[in-house]
């Protein structure tokens, strides 16, 4: 097909998440022209929505911290808790490429400006194998929205919360009123608050903060930002990308690209037919309307082997009315509260990872017939602990069947249709074990991560606690996610690999749009947006280390992989 190109960069990266953004900035840094396309009218994407954290081993922020780590360490976390059923996703290469790049891009971007903070208190999420460790995460200090003008009306901000909240401070403000600790922490948050108010700052914390702080360093690096206008194919010349396809409001932008073309427009969350066919269900995401799977699509088209593709970030949540999901964290994990099936019966550790959480309630759906699962409290637990899932919309949940609440145990399960004598046995037992600090079934409370979001002042367990004050309450909860983790596969230099498992000269991806190098598992916070943000720094890097297209090369001939 002959034409003309439109405009030409050295890099065009699809998608204005943390994956996009750290591309651009990586290959601003190193001199490249660059253009960042987001296929929605809001930037941020996903990232923005998320707790913003990034799961960063032996990063500088730990030794300050007095926290040692190592290499050696990381790595052989990584194969204790990942294991090797998630095959090329995450080889060797992949993990030792990721632990490599911690440091390299916490420099850069705390030399653009990017103001980090420790999380040292938030452990990984198997802590106790070998290599486990406590306060390997990062975050964004609260950013000021001002600081972007118009330009931050134009993202996803409010869509997050809305307040200058960091990571760092829900396993402490979720007891504010109930343990000195949290107190001290929701006082240091309330002086956080008035303070950006009282100077004229608009404050926002952990995703919104990671983006907005990104997305200033891409502003002023001077890169172009459109939005509305996806990246809907690829231009291959002898087997290399060397542009695409970008539809905006104005008509299709056909785009050279001199060193490369970088894919991270997010996973495939809000695909109801992709969902069904790889996850065999319609799925309750926390992902922005947009995670359609557009990025891998295109990659796909270009040759792109798949892989992780009924995978998610899952986990629990309540089902909404608009067929998305309410993410719940703590809730589960406190105590005085259990989760069981419609049999009444417990079937997993409600304080472990969200992941295994979600895996575990995949699985018991696929053996008790018309589940959901309920999560049982009693009235100390409303008492004591914030309950974000019964603060947003909570005559909504009502009026939906998703929250029910009685006098006595045996209403509750006639209201719920869960089998009432099943369930008295399961709280019968389970306060047993709550007397003795033992979770004989499931081990709960074992590790220093479940106790991160339970009681210090239970004991002798802080995550087992009697269930025996009503009134009780049940809320419904299904398998949800925080976005979905199959997609292209990349290797060490973020390079999609096509099904030779050879990489497609001009063409990279990171973020969800990649299968994730975490494989199945979840190994501690952020391992979500850390990975992302790193393999989005390694593709840009390489690109700007290869050879790039010169004006003798084919411009006006080109073949495009659809027409």
Avoid at 276 to 302: C, F, K, Q
Wanted: charged share 20%; glycine share 12%; aromatic share 8%.
């Amino acid at each position: 097909m002959t034409h003309l190109w439109d405009r030409e960069v050295d890099l065009l990266v699809a998608g204005s998440g943390a994956a996009g953004l750290s591309a651009a900035i990586t290959a601003a840094d190193a001199g490249l022209d660059v253009l960042v396309v987001e296929g929605t009218d809001r930037w941020g994407g996903t990232t923005m929505k998320s707790g913003g954290g990034l799961w960063m081993p032996t990063n500088p922020l730990m030794a300050k911290h007095r926290i040692a780590d190592s290499r050696a360490e990381a790595l052989q976390y990584m194969q204790e808790s990942i294991g090797d059923d998630a095959g090329a996703a995450s080889s060797t290469a992949r993990r030792e490429a990721f632990v490599d790049a911690v440091n390299p891009v916490f420099d850069l971007l705390a030399r653009h400006g990017v103001k980090w903070t420790a999380a040292p208190e938030y452990p990984d999420y198997y802590p106790d194998r070998p290599g486990g460790k406590v306060g390997r995460a990062i975050e964004v200090q609260p950013f000021d929205a001002k600081r972007l003008g118009e330009w931050a009306q134009h993202s996803r901000k409010d869509e997050g919360l809305p307040a200058p909240v960091k990571t760092d401070d829900m396993w402490l403000l979720v007891r504010a009123w109930s343990t000195p600790s949290g107190f001290i922490r929701g006082a240091r948050f309330t002086f956080r608050l008035l303070g950006g108010l009282l100077t004229g700052k608009r404050l926002y914390g952990m995703g919104s903060a990671l983006t907005m702080s990104l997305m200033e360093i891409v502003r002023k690096q001077g890169t172009d930002v459109l939005l509305s206008s996806p990246v809907t194919d690829v231009v291959v010349e002898d087997g290399r990308v060397v542009g695409a396809l970008v539809s905006t409001p104005t008509g299709v932008l056909r785009v050279r690209t001199r060193r490369g073309l970088m894919l991270a427009a997010g996973g495939f969350a809000r695909n109801a037919e992709w969902r069904e066919r790889y996850h065999g269900v319609s799925g309750h995401s926390s992902a922005p309307a947009g995670d359609l799977g557009t990025g891998i699509e295109v990659g796909m088209r270009a040759g792109g082997d798949l892989a992780l593709m009924d995978d998610a970030w899952w986990g629990a949540a309540i089902p909404l009315p608009d067929a998305t999901g309410m993410f719940i964290l703590n809730e589960r994990s406190m105590p005085f509260s259990i989760v069981v099936d419609q049999s009444g019966q417990r079937y997993l550790n409600e304080s472990e990872s969200y992941i295994d959480f979600g895996h575990h309630l995949l699985e018991r759906n696929e053996t008790v017939a018309a589940n959901p699962s309920w999560l049982i409290m009693d009235a100390r637990f409303r008492r004591r602990y914030l309950t974000p899932g019964l603060l947003m919309n909570p005559k909504e949940l009502r009026e939906t069947g998703c929250v029910h609440t009685a006098k006595t145990l045996d209403e509750l399960a006639a209201a719920i249709g869960v089998d009432a004598a099943g369930l008295r046995a399961t709280v019968e037992r389970f306060n047993g074990f709550a007397r003795t600090g033992v979770d004989a079934d499931f081990g709960r409370g074992r590790t220093v991560y479940d106790n991160y979001y339970g009681d210090p002042r239970v004991k002798p367990n802080p995550n087992l606690g009697p269930i025996e004050k009503g009134p009780f309450t049940a809320i419904k909860i299904v398998p949800g996610d925080l976005g979905t983790k199959g997609g292209l596969l990349t290797d060490e230099h973020a390079r999609v690999l096509d099904e030779q498992g050879a990489p497609i000269p001009g063409l990279y991806a990171a973020g969800n749009t990649t299968a994730s190098v975490m494989g199945r598992t979840y190994p501690g916070p952020g391992s979500t947006i850390g990975p992302a943000v790193v393999f989005g720094y390694l593709g840009a890097r390489h690109a700007a280390e290869a050879s790039a297209l010169t004006p003798e090369d084919p411009t006006t001939s080109v073949h495009e992989t659809a027409n």
